[in-house]
């Protein structure tokens, strides 16, 4: 029996699905599973206006699909939940195997959803966590600064989050990549891995106390 919670349930996700049938928003969120980015690089990614960018971006938002951080003036996109990726994902998929001979092939579409092949390998060795799924809890950036600027960065970073969420480091500097890992283990943080950009770095530390 379809109870009035399981009604309410479906035309949230009619809503939601709703929202998901223009390619133009599809093509914003396999975008933005690959980290947070802000209008203009939306729009330059997925091929469209910023004006549209920001239209297909509210859809989204008002669905609760993505969220935004406002950085100065500049507003930042990002998945709400790594798992409305994952959902397109596997629907992509799904339509390879049953369409595939006609229109797709499953080998494409699995390229097309493996990270390693656009930004290297985003999985991290020591906590088997897809870091380019992972949604920050908070941002600092510490890049042109050098030991023990980002370190202290961080510091000034985690005291703002809560137990269980991630902060994320943005650093130039190679030392990070030591001094780090070996201060999260010190605080009794977990260190969860990298992401390596053009000419800086992205640390993710999950506070565990």
């Known amino acids: 029996m379809v109870t009035d919670e399981l009604r309410q349930l479906f035309e949230l996700h009619a809503d939601v699905c709703q929202a998901l049938g223009n390619p133009y928003r599809l093509a914003i969120m396999y975008a933005l599973k690959e980290g947070e980015k802000c209008v203009s690089d939306v729009a330059a990614t997925v091929g469209i206006s910023v004006h549209n960018a920001s239209q297909h971006l509210r859809v989204l938002r008002d669905r609760l699909l993505v969220r935004a951080r406002k950085e100065g003036q500049t507003v930042y996109y990002s998945i709400a939940n790594p798992k409305f990726v994952e959902a397109c994902r596997l629907l992509r998929e799904?339509?390879?195997?049953?369409?595939?001979?006609e229109r797709l092939k499953l080998t494409e579409v699995q390229s097309l959803d493996n990270t390693n092949l656009r930004e290297?390998?985003?999985?991290s060795q020591d906590s088997g966590v897809d870091l380019a799924l992972i949604q920050s809890n908070k941002v600092v950036?510490?890049?042109?600064?050098?030991?023990?600027?980002?370190?202290?960065a961080a510091k000034k970073g985690m005291a703002?989050?809560?137990i269980g969420e991630v902060l994320e480091v943005l650093s130039t500097d190679s030392g990070t990549r030591k001094d780090l890992p070996a201060w999260a283990s010190k605080m009794g943080h977990e260190f969860l891995g990298t992401i390596e950009e053009a000419g800086y770095t992205r640390y993710f530390v999950r506070k565990m106390k």
């Open 94 to 101: 799904a339509l390879a195997e049953e369409y595939g001979a």
């Open 120 to 123: 290297g390998n985003t999985m």
């Open 141 to 152: 950036d510490a890049r042109g600064t050098s030991c023990p600027g980002p370190v202290l």
């Open 160 to 162: 703002e989050v809560k």
